[in-house]
């Protein structure tokens, strides 16, 4: 069974102060690993989709990377309006369509 | 261009009721997705359907849920006799192709009491 684990549940960080999102993942064959935000009281908003280890993604202040067993997301210099749950999914080479398991998220708040 | 839709985005239900959610994905999205989200929590798998066939339904909890997509394109959800253990957000997702990025819509937010 693929299973997702997001670390820390919640992270609390000064305007300007970088840090990073933990995503560590068990999957039977990785068809992808998937990053989007939610903003509260809406859908998740697509950010990166890494595929294999070593890979990386950049956006902005985001830049997210992979390994065989975990995926970080790393925020260079947040600004308040990054605050939001980030969420990390993946899809399994067991379903042909891209089926996502989602961690239960990390709530960010960026303090001005 | 337009996102994904999903009416309406909120919704009570005395328990017993029946509801039915709809969404309309991205135009020419021949992938879409139910998933449900609990408060806290991401969300989990309830169904897939690829144009207008159900390919999996392993996730939906119970005989109660029903879902379809019956020209491939507007997809509704719906939940018979609900209870109090049904109240979440429901979201609909759809992708271009299997395996591609999934987009989300706003969700319906479900509350049974």
């Known amino acids: 069974e693929d299973q997702v684990t997001q670390s820390p549940e919640a992270l609390r960080l000064q305007e300007g102060e970088s840090s990073s999102l933990n995503c560590s993942y068990t999957?039977?064959?990785?068809?992808?690993l998937f990053w989007y935000r939610q903003d509260p009281g809406k859908g998740p908003e697509f950010l990166f989709t890494l595929y294999s280890a070593g890979e990386e993604k950049e956006k902005e202040r985001l830049k997210a990377t992979l390994t065989k067993k975990e995926s970080f997301l790393h925020i260079t210099a947040p600004k308040p309006e990054d605050s939001a749950t980030y969420l990390c999914a993946v899809g399994s080479v067991g379903t042909s369509y891209g089926k996502l398991t989602f961690g239960q998220g990390t709530i960010l708040t960026v303090h001005p | 261009g337009a996102g994904v839709s999903q009416s309406p985005r909120y919704k009570v239900a005395k328990r017993g009721q029946d509801v039915a959610l709809r969404c309309d994905p991205i135009s020419g999205h021949v992938s879409l997705f139910w998933y449900q989200q609990a408060l806290g929590q991401g969300p989990e798998f309830l169904t897939y359907f690829q144009n207008e066939a159900q390919l999996d339904k392993s996730g939906l909890p119970s005989d109660r849920f029903f879902a379809e997509r019956p020209e491939g394109s507007v997809s509704t959800l719906k939940i018979q006799r609900t209870q109090q253990e049904d109240s979440a957000v429901y979201l609909c997702a759809s992708s271009l192709e299997p395996g591609d990025e999934q987009y989300f819509g706003p969700g319906t937010r479900l509350t049974v009491t």
């Open positions: 999957v039977s064959g990785l068809r992808g």
